[in-house]
T-cell receptor, first 115, second 114 residues
């Protein structure tokens, strides 16, 4: 049958603004989470990760927040730049049963930064 | 250091043919995983190898197979290609033996089945 394209959530921001990208993860047993950035024609690029014993982690211009109660992750990008334009994915991982070795990805959010 | 290298970058095949894709992990990484990315299904896990052993497999038909060599390089094979196999196939390598820590992706192989 014909594939139906994913209707990616989109976020459009002005250069210099802060961006917040949200993700609902699927498995309450997941204990490790990663945010990836994917630019056109490239593979996903690691941005930041967080383990379930934390609720916040900061990197350079990025912050990840984890709310295990509602199974929600967010990625905050400070002072968004045109080079930040990409699709952003959250991914989850859990220990046990072979699941250690795979990531389950969310659908992704397309971030567009307007100069 | 060199990243994850996937070859070829682009491939066009005809329905019914088979295809082999190659992945060279980051030096020292022994875990190699494969993912399929399509507009309809997003990123989906195919399989993972460590020290030449498959440790986990996703929900794909038996037409999809893989292997890993003693130098950690990996190949995946798709037999009897279908139009729906058109996708970006991504390989990732990890420095950890027991989790996906340090997962680094290659740029992928874009497979088009006509």
């Amino acid at each position: 049958g014909e594939s139906v394209g994913l209707h990616l959530p989109t976020l459009s921001v002005q250069e210099g603004d802060n961006s917040i990208i949200n993700c609902a993860y699927s498995n309450s047993a997941s204990d490790y989470f990663i945010w990836y950035k994917q630019e056109s024609g490239k593979g996903p690029q690691f941005i930041i990760d967080i383990r379930s014993n934390m609720d916040k982690r900061q990197g350079q211009r990025v912050t990840v927040l984890l709310n295990k109660t509602v199974k929600h992750l967010s990625l905050q990008i400070a002072a968004t730049q045109p080079g930040d334009s990409a699709v952003y994915f959250c991914a989850e991982n859990l220990r046990g049963g072979g699941s250690n070795y795979k990531l389950t990805f969310g659908k992704g959010t397309l971030l567009t930064v307007n100069p | 250091k060199a990243g994850v290298t996937q070859t070829p970058r682009y491939l066009i095949k005809t329905r019914g043919q088979q295809v082999t894709l190659s992945c060279s992990p980051i030096s020292g990484h022994r875990s190699v995983s494969w993912y399929q990315q399509t507009p309809g299904q997003g990123l989906q896990f195919l399989f993972e190898y460590f020290s030449e052993t498959q440790r986990n497999k996703g929900n794909f038909p038996g037409r999809f197979s893989g292997r890993q060599f003693s130098n950690s390089r990996s190949e995946m094979n798709v037999s009897t290609l279908e139009l729906g196999d058109s996708a970006l196939y991504l390989c990732a390598s990890s420095s950890s033996s027991d989790r996906v820590y340090g997962y680094t992706f290659g740029s992928g192989t874009r497979l088009t089945v006509v």
